[in-house]
T-cell receptor, first 111, second 114 residues
Framework: LAKTTQPISMDSYEGQEVNITCSHN???????ITWYQQFPSQGPRFIIQ???TKVTNEVASLFIPADRKSSTLSLPRVSLSDTAVYYC????????????FGKGTSLLVTP | AAGVIQSPRHLIKEKRETATLKCYPI?????VYWYQQGPGQDPQFLIS???????DKGSIPDRFSAQQFSDYHSELNMSSLELGDSALYFC?????????????FGPGTRLTVL
């Protein structure tokens, strides 16, 4: 399993763009990069997934450079309700189905 | 849309007692996962089932067992409960057992062991 490293915490003001970078230096060729969000006392929620380049959905963008050794989750114009823990996970479809959560990034959004 | 259902939502047990947690996946989802999240900790994978067969195993204690039934619901059985078992237990389901398949999490069962 590729080890991931993220900042422990980040602070932002409402309306700003937040970028959370995850390092995964030993990512394998078949690995996907997935991000989940978790609010206190709630189950994690899927945000976005990618393999290479850029992926965008209605809530976030995921930027993956060509070497795939890192990825950046971008949250545009955050609101107070985006305060949560964000997890970066890396895995492939052949070596296990589970999500092995590491240390996520605790994002605090203030007015 | 239907979500993952977990019952009970809260459970209080004494040490050395047993507990059974239930999970009802989203209709047509064939894969169920169990996760444990202790206070201030990150979720830890316990065990998963695909089409009623165990598909992956994580850090599940030998005191715990689980199964997936013919209707795809799953139960996590916990025996000889210890204080350290106090945690939120999440069940998740997905369509197909692959890492790239989105997992949908339930609201969790909060287990308190006294």
């Amino acid at each position: 399993l590729a080890k991931t490293t993220q900042p422990i915490s980040m602070d932002s003001y409402e309306g700003q763009e937040v970028n959370i970078t995850c390092s995964h230096n030993n990512i394998a060729t078949n690995d996907y990069i997935t991000w989940y969000q978790q609010f206190p006392s709630q189950g994690p929620r899927f945000i976005i997934q990618g393999y290479k380049t850029k992926v965008t959905n209605e809530v976030a963008s995921l930027f993956i450079p060509a070497d795939r050794k890192s990825s950046t989750l971008s949250l545009p114009r955050v609101s107070l309700s985006d305060t949560a823990v964000y997890y970066c996970l890396v895995g492939d479809n052949n070596s296990g189905y589970a999500l092995n959560f590491g240390k996520g990034t605790s994002l605090l959004v203030t007015p | 849309a239907a979500g993952v259902i977990q019952s009970p939502r809260h459970l209080i047990k004494e040490k050395r007692e047993t507990a059974t947690l239930k999970c009802y996946p989203i209709p047509r989802h064939d894969t169920v996962y169990w996760y444990q999240q202790g206070p201030g900790q990150d979720p830890q994978f316990l065990i998963s089932f695909y089409e009623k067969m165990q598909s992956d195993k994580g850090s599940i204690p030998d005191r715990f067992s689980a199964q997936q039934f013919s209707d795809y619901h799953s139960e996590l059985n916990m025996s000889s409960l210890e204080l350290g078992d106090s945690a939120l237990y999440f069940c998740a389901s997905s369509l197909g057992a692959q890492f790239s398949n989105e997992q949908f999490f339930g609201p969790g069962t909060r287990l308190t062991v006294l």
